[in-house]
């Protein structure tokens, strides 16, 4: 089991940038599928990107490919979500999660992963 502790997001106006990092502790870093998702009150969470150590693949939901890239850093065990030209619609709570490298699920799903950090809010207005 890995324990996930986020920091970074906070408030910004549309067209800024913002990044969140994920820090993982209590199993090797390597050996995990690692996401962010979103979830927004009264929606359900979705997938915004993951990222896997087979082959450094990465995968971005198309509401926000080209503006947010999602990477690692193993040496600090840390998961990272750099998000740039930024809308009211990317307005929501954020969470990293962790999961199996290999599953049956798709990388959007929230059933394939075991662990979330806390989340924290991002929040993009005028």
């Known amino acids: 089991q890995l324990q996930l502790v986020q920091s970074g997001g906070g408030s910004v106006m549309p067209g800024g940038s913002l990044g969140l990092s994920c820090a993982a502790s209590?199993?090797?870093?390597?050996?995990?599928?690692w996401a962010w998702f979103r979830q927004s009150p009264g929606k359900e969470r979705e997938g915004v990107a993951a990222?896997?150590?087979?082959?450094?693949?990465?995968w971005y939901d198309n509401s926000v490919k080209g503006r947010f890239t999602i990477s690692r850093d193993n040496a600090k065990n840390t998961l990272s979500l750099q998000m740039t030209s930024l809308k009211p619609e990317d307005t929501a709570m954020y969470y990293c999660?962790?999961?199996?490298?290999?599953?049956?699920?798709?990388?959007?799903?929230?059933?394939?992963?075991?662990?979330w950090g806390q989340g924290t809010q991002v929040t993009v207005s005028s």
């Open positions: 999660a962790a999961g199996r490298l290999y599953s049956g699920y798709p990388w959007y799903s929230p059933s394939r992963y075991d662990d």
């Open positions: 990222i896997s150590p087979i082959r450094n693949d990465t």
């Open positions: 209590g199993s090797a870093q390597s050996g995990y599928f």
